[in-house]
């Protein structure tokens, strides 16, 4: 990580030419660990960059070879190297939004289930009218009212938007869990209302709930690269799987490469998080398991 460098290394354009000839010159007793292929998520590498290594090729003639093996954009810049750059940007937009919709939602859901009357009345229909509201209209919508947008506003945008569905199984968790006998125990003993929900209710309905927060994080990286291959993403440079899709778009049938191997990367994170969902929901659904056997 940057933080963890000196801060020497910080302050002169190490990463801007050699790296390796600049560390050797400002601390000769210093060791690195250097990376198979050396290469850079956000420049292109240039003869001379790295000792016995010639410069990245820019446009068609970019195509994976043993230098970039999954080839590099039009502009030279190394594809693996971005796409391992990306995966924490995608990630990170997956588990912190849906980290944001999760904490939406059950606060919400878990209030309406517990409280009702008239409490539960309005936060219902305060669900459903967030519902009604595409979500990708409002996420248009939202991501038009930034002049520059970042990971972060992504991040707070598709969570806000995504918390709907968690309030709703939430909320049943609630209403079904607070006749249990030990929730009117806890009541008689003299434990507040927000004891009895978060120290009694949440924790025996919280493993329901973690199904649709992992489903909401394929989803939220599906539209955070959505976004991002439609032009609303973060602003540049920002090496997402989104962005690389869109950069190769006009070009295609002769850089296919470019969207190949961020398409199999999205599919494959994808995939990965629907099976972990499917996995939790066989594991805590009762119903499912008496199906089994």
Known sequence: MRSWEPAVFRQRPFRTRNYAKYLQQEDPDSWAVWPPIFQDPYRRLE????????????????RPSWQNPLGANQQGV????????????????????????????????????????????????????????PSLVL????????????NFHLMAVIGITSWTGIARLTRAEFLKLKEMDY?????ALGAGRVRIMVRHILRNGL????VPITFGIASAILVEAGLSYLGFGASPPN???????????????????????????????????????????EATDPRLNQAGQ
């Open 78 to 133: 190394d594809v693996l190297a971005q796409l391992i750059y990306g995966a924490q940007i995608s990630l990170s937009v997956g588990f912190i939004s849906m980290g944001i919709a999760a904490a939406i939602g059950i606060t919400i859901g878990g209030l309406a289930g517990y409280l009702g009357g008239w409490v539960d009345v309005l936060l219902s229909r305060l669900i459903e009218v967030v519902m009604c509201i």
């Open 183 to 187: 929730v009117t125990a806890a009541r």
């Open 207 to 210: 493993a329901p709930v973690l």
């Open 239 to 281: 090496p997402s799987w989104g962005t690389l899709l869109s950069s190769g778009r006009s070009s295609i049938q002769e850089m296919w490469w470019l969207i190949v191997f961020p398409g199999l990367a999205i599919f494959f994170t994808v995939l990965a998080y629907n099976l972990i969902g499917e996995g939790l929901q």
């Open 139 to 150: 996420i248009l919508a939202l991501v038009a009212l930034l002049d520059n947008v970042t």
């Open 47 to 62: 003869a001379g960059d790295w000792p016995g290594r010639p410069g990245n090729p820019i446009g068609f003639a970019a």
